[in-house]
């Protein structure tokens, strides 16, 4: 099953973003469930990171939200809103 993950940052969290950086990439490449695809989410100048999004592949919902949970923006309190939906995929064009 696909799962989408959708985070916004707290305010002016920039520098925690980056600072965090390094240990999220880490994260993510040994994580136990399979990214599709993510990146961060962008403020209306297309520069900002304001969030992250996630298009993952699990076995469960809950298996999701483990990830989520320890996730090290997460274990920072980067994100002041996370939202995660099951998510049909329709379309790949790639």
């Given at each position: ?11 002016g969290a920039v520098d925690k973003r980056l ?8 994260y993510l490449a040994q994580a136990p469930v ?17 969030g992250s999004c996630f298009l993952l592949e ?37």
């Amino acid at each position: 099953m696909h799962y989408v993950i959708h985070c916004l940052d707290h305010d002016g969290a920039v520098d925690k973003r980056l600072a965090n950086y390094e240990d999220h990439k880490a994260y993510l490449a040994q994580a136990p469930v399979k990214t599709v695809i993510s990146g961060p989410l962008l403020a209306d100048d297309e520069e900002t990171m304001i969030g992250s999004c996630f298009l993952l592949e699990a076995d469960s919902l809950a298996e999701v939200e483990d990830f989520n949970r320890n996730d090290p923006f997460a274990k920072v309190g980067l994100w002041k809103s996370v939202s995660i939906r099951p998510f049909s995929k329709r379309v790949d064009n790639r």
